[in-house]
């Protein structure tokens, strides 16, 4: 049960891994803080991130076929959406998987999150604006059929 329990500092972590095509994928993940990813940004030395995985991806940069220039802008860092914009084949995902050395720490993970949640509160104000709108409109036709009405009787 206590399999993934991290190590505050550098977070080494035992786990089970993923098989893939069934070749189990032999590893010690550990996880890392975002600190640590951001020390490996050299072409000798070169880790990104990407949906929360870190991959060493030094020996891969010359034989990427996008170049290693565009690998070597994003080293150090989350690449996540520059590989998910240029739309990867699934060889490439598969690629992916020898050059993983471990995770994203927890606590780094949550605090990408907690920017993504304000994009929740413009929704708020147009969920006000909703029913406001509807509502002026009633009132105003309300306003006009009692006019109507009134001038009808008298
Ligand atoms: C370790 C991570 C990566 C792997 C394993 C990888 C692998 C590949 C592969 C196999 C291709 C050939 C096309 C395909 O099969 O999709 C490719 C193309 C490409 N990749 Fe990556 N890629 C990685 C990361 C990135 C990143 C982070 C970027 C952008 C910053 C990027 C930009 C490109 C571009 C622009 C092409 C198109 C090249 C062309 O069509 O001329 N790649 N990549």
Known sequence: MNKNVSNASTG????????????????????FTLEEIKEHNMSNDTWIVIH???YDITRFLEEHPGGEEVLL???????????????????????????????????????????????TSPKETSSWTSWLIPALIATI?????????SDRSS
């Open 73 to 119: 802008e994003q080293a150090g860092g989350d690449a996540t959406e520059s590989f998910e914009d240029v739309g990867h084949s699934t060889d490439a995902r598969e690629m992916l998987q020898q050059y993983l050395v471990g995770e994203v720490h927890m606590e780094d993970r949550s605090k990408d999150s907690a920017k993504k949640e304000p994009q």
């Open 141 to 149: 036709v309300g306003i006009i059929c009692r006019y109507y009405m």
């Open 52 to 54: 929360d995985k870190v």
């Open 12 to 31: 080494a972590v035992d786990s089970t891994n993923v098989e893939e095509n069934g070749r189990p994928v032999e590893s010690d993940v550990k996880y």
